[in-house]
């Protein structure tokens, strides 16, 4: 049992191996960026507990860590929920409570997501109860099941939400929108736990993950799943092609963890500095009473429209 001070007063844990031996409950983390998640958290002595929606992607992620995990002497759990319910997210948090009874929740990554939505002049309700349900409300449920017993637990701990580089700049689609609340929702989080658990943001330019596909997952309520039509399948193969590789998010996470870093800008190699510029252009057009503009990317042109 772990003792002492747990406050995070630099919003960081200056030695992060204080979080080992805890749980790493991440959403999304069958795929992508939550997986990366899982293995960074493994490889720092984390148990991580998987949460997803895809109960197939969920049962090979438990068996992609497996190795690493025995290696490292921690357990991988997998729980399948999906995030845009509350009381799904309720159960879950009982069941996390019940399989491992006393061990810490150290670190709570509220990933899950979906690259959904079209246009806020196009939308359906179905469209923006889907997008906001699993981007805003999803974060909002992972926060009230979880927090409030991290900040009672005897033990360090950190949440990370996973917004986007659309979160920063001038919002662009329902899934800006969704984004720009995600961040909206963790500085209030950090407001309310500040000094007791870290807060951090990770807002990532494109990362090679299954992001474009995601209305594969939209649930019967939403109006079902969608398929995506081979133009999204070649933008999705450029994602794989030419994203950064998700373990980089990962890594960018716990070294904010460890420094106290809130808006995790994750930048790509390739295009080094345009979430910063996004969000200075922003930030600029407020201030200087310009209009809202998204400055160009060739990067994120190549991804979009690029002929493959
Ligand atoms: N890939 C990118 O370029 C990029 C860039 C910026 C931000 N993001 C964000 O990163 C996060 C992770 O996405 P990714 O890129 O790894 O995509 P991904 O599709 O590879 O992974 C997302 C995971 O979330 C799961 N999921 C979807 N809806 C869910 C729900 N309702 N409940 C539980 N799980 C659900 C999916 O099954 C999938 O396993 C998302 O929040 C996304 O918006 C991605």
Request: with cysteine; aromatic share 6%.
């Amino acid at each position: 049992m772990m003792t002492g001070n747990h406050n995070a007063t630099e919003n960081a844990h200056p030695d992060p191996t204080v979080l080992a031996g805890g749980m790493a409950v991440i959403t999304g983390g069958a795929s992508g960026i939550g997986f990366a998640l899982a293995e960074a958290a493994v490889a720092r002595g984390l148990h991580p507990a998987l949460v997803d929606i895809e109960q197939e992607a969920l049962a090979t992620a438990e068996r992609r860590l497996q190795a690493a995990a025995d290696a490292a002497g921690v357990e991988v759990a997998g729980f399948r929920a999906d995030v845009s319910v509350s009381a799904e997210v309720d159960a879950l948090a009982e069941k996390v409570r019940e399989r491992f009874p006393g061990r810490p929740i150290s670190l709570l990554c509220c990933n899950a997501g979906v690259g959904a939505g079209g246009g806020v002049t196009t939308a359906s309700d179905a469209d923006w109860a889907f997008v906001l349900g699993v981007n805003l409300l999803g974060v909002a449920h992972c926060v009230r099941a979880f927090v409030p017993g991290m900040l009672r637990q005897d033990a360090p701990g950190s949440v990370v939400a996973t917004s986007s580089q659309d979160g920063l700049c001038a919002a662009q689609g329902v899934y800006g929108v969704s984004k720009h609340a995600c961040v909206a929702l963790t500085e209030a989080l950090h407001g309310e736990v500040r000094d007791r658990l870290s807060v951090h943001v990770l807002c990532p330019n494109v990362v090679a993950t299954n992001i474009v596909t995601s209305v594969r997952n939209r649930p019967e309520r939403f109006g079902g799943p969608v398929d995506t039509g081979e133009q999204a399948r070649r933008v999705q193969d450029r994602f794989k092609a030419l994203g950064m590789p998700p373990a980089r998010c990962a890594k960018m996470v716990f070294d904010a963890i460890q420094t106290g870093v809130f808006y995790i800008l994750a930048e790509a190699e390739e295009d080094p500095g345009y979430v910063r510029l996004e969000a200075e252009t922003r930030m600029n057009a407020i201030l200087n009473g310009t209009r809202p503009y998204r400055p160009r990317s060739e990067f994120i042109a190549k991804v979009f429209t690029a002929p493959m």
